[in-house]
Nanobody, 118 residues
Framework: VHLVESGGDVVQPGGSLRLTCAAS????????MDWFRQAPGKEPELVSA????????CYAPFANGRFTISKDDAKSTLYLELNNLKPEDTGQYLC????????????WGQGTQVTVSS
């Protein structure tokens, strides 16, 4: 299993980014996929998740209305659109393959760094 994130950058508050996770080594459409983020010195926290099959999505309260998760099963690619970024959104954003039954993370990418600073 390989999960490779990209798209992180340094942006000013209010800016936007599009993160991408290229997946391989498993049947992408058969698994729930998540985005987590981890700030320095903190535990990873769930940002958003998208269900296998239904495509149902959920967001952490801080992401609602600003972030959008999507995926392309044919390309085995997961996306996260980040808008109206705030300094507190700074962190490593990680792509995660999760168990469809209980949502437990199974595989983690290395992450892509998002820094929001003026």
């Amino acid at each position: 299993v390989h999960l490779v994130e990209s798209g992180g950058d340094v942006v000013q508050p209010g800016g936007s980014l599009r993160l991408t996770c290229a997946a391989s080594g498993f049947t992408f459409g058969d698994f729930d996929m998540d985005w987590f983020r981890q700030a320095p010195g903190k535990e990873p926290e769930l940002v958003s998740a998208i269900e296998a099959g239904t495509g149902n999505v959920c967001y952490a309260p801080f992401a609602n209305g600003r972030f959008t998760i999507s995926k392309d099963d044919a390309k085995s690619t997961l996306y996260l659109e980040l808008n109206n970024l705030k300094p507190e959104d700074t962190g490593q954003y990680l792509c995660v393959r999760a168990n469809t039954t209980d949502g437990v993370p199974l595989s983690w990418g290395q992450g892509t760094q998002v820094t929001v600073s003026s």
